[in-house]
């Protein structure tokens, strides 16, 4: 079975610009969701998909972050413009549901963001 | 209080000795409990998920103490193999996931 995809692996911008990244979940998989996660720390969640109805966005910057998955399978998410304190590893995760058993959360392999 | 808290480490331990360390959490009404696992510059991955009976896998053991509000994990007989970082997670009845910072475990040859 395929595991998450996510491109690019590594991305390095100056601040200001702009940097999407991209997700493909593991087929069948309902919940997507997007951490980031920055060095010495653990993952903080961004955006939590429910097929592509949003569950919690609480922590998201949204006067800089947006994420989308409009057909309820892949998802990108945008940072516009970067700033420094962006640098961190954009990391995404699916799961077959959200709560009871089934809530295992596969990640892939994220994206490396360094912003100068 | 931290929503969830645990102690960063490192955790240097002999190969084969038992090691544990504990996550607090700070919502009472929390649902769901989990042990990732994370490799250095890798991915999180499903270590154990936390029941209220607790679980055991292999030379893993995992507790959850809802009346003092953290969850556990023991590793017996550990191994080179076994140093990571390893992340408590936790879910709310408000469904709001929050990791914690995570422990880094160094075992020692």
């Known amino acids: 079975e395929a595991g998450v995809a996510q491109s690019p692996r590594y991305k390095i911008i100056e601040k200001r610009q702009s940097v999407a990244f991209w997700c493909n979940p593991i087929?069948?998989?309902?919940?997507l969701y997007w951490y980031q996660q920055i060095l010495g720390q653990g993952p903080k969640l961004l955006i939590q998909f429910q097929n592509n109805g949003v569950v919690d966005d609480s922590q998201l910057p949204k006067d800089r972050f947006s994420a989308e998955r409009l057909k309820g399978v892949d998802s990108t998410l945008k940072i516009q413009p970067a700033k420094l304190e962006d640098s961190a590893v954009y990391l995404c995760?699916?799961?077959?549901?959200?709560?009871?058993?089934?809530?295992?959360?596969?990640f892939g392999p994220g994206t490396r963001l360094l912003v100068l | 209080r931290k929503e969830v808290e645990q102690d960063p480490g490192p955790f240097n331990v002999p190969e084969g000795a038992t090691v544990a360390f504990n996550c607090t959490y700070s919502?009472?009404?929390?649902?769901?409990f989990f042990w990732y696992r994370q490799d250095c510059r890798k991915e999180p991955k499903l270590l154990m998920s936390?029941?209220?009976s607790g679980n055991e896998d292999g030379r893993f053991t995992a507790q959850l103490n809802r009346a003092s509000q953290y969850i556990s994990l023991l590793i017996r007989d550990s191994k080179l193999s076994d140093s990571a970082t390893y992340l408590c997670?936790?879910?709310?009845?408000?469904?709001?996931?929050?990791f914690g910072k995570g422990t880094r475990l160094h075992i020692l040859p």
């Open positions: 087929s069948g998989h309902a919940t």
């Open positions: 936390v029941y209220s």
């Open positions: 919502n009472s009404a929390s649902q769901s």
């Open positions: 995760a699916s799961s077959l549901e959200f709560g009871g058993f089934q809530e295992t959360q596969y």
């Open positions: 997670v936790v879910r709310g009845r408000d469904d709001k996931i929050i």
